[in-house]
């Protein structure tokens, strides 16, 4: 199965949901990315439609923004 | 493991995401209950934190909020 990516900048919503996420789906399918430390990331998040963080792509590419810990603008600062 | 619990409205949004999450967590797993027809679990679903669908309730009890369908006052018209 191709892995899901959470997206994520450290924020306090992003550890609680990135937590929540790690115990309901198998951490072997999930890739985190941190974008405040890998901001070469950024653009590529952004390119599959990530607009907020948490986030989570899909392995068929679809995004689900959980909760909302920070904006893009807010993690490009 | 105790289940987790997916709300949503029958919402395109909702649809989608309760398809996504179907693919990612077990559905073994996962109560999903529709809101638009159980109106009966509304009062349970508030209770728990619920402010919007599609949501999913962790075992822990964690709301997570997917994306965004509809508010909870839409849900009750």
């Known amino acids: 199965m191709a892995k899901s990516i959470f ?13 929540d996420i790690l115990n309901l789906i198998n951490p072997a399918d999930v890739e985190v990315v941190h974008l405040g430390t890998d901001r070469s990331r950024i653009a590529d998040a952004e390119n599959k439609g990530v607009k907020s963080v948490p986030a989570l792509v899909t392995p068929n590419g679809h995004v689900l923004h959980i909760n909302f810990g920070a904006s893009m603008a807010d993690v490009k600062g």
Chains 1, 2 share one sequence.
């Open 7 to 19: 997206y994520h900048a450290g924020c306090p919503v992003c550890v609680s949901a990135e937590q």
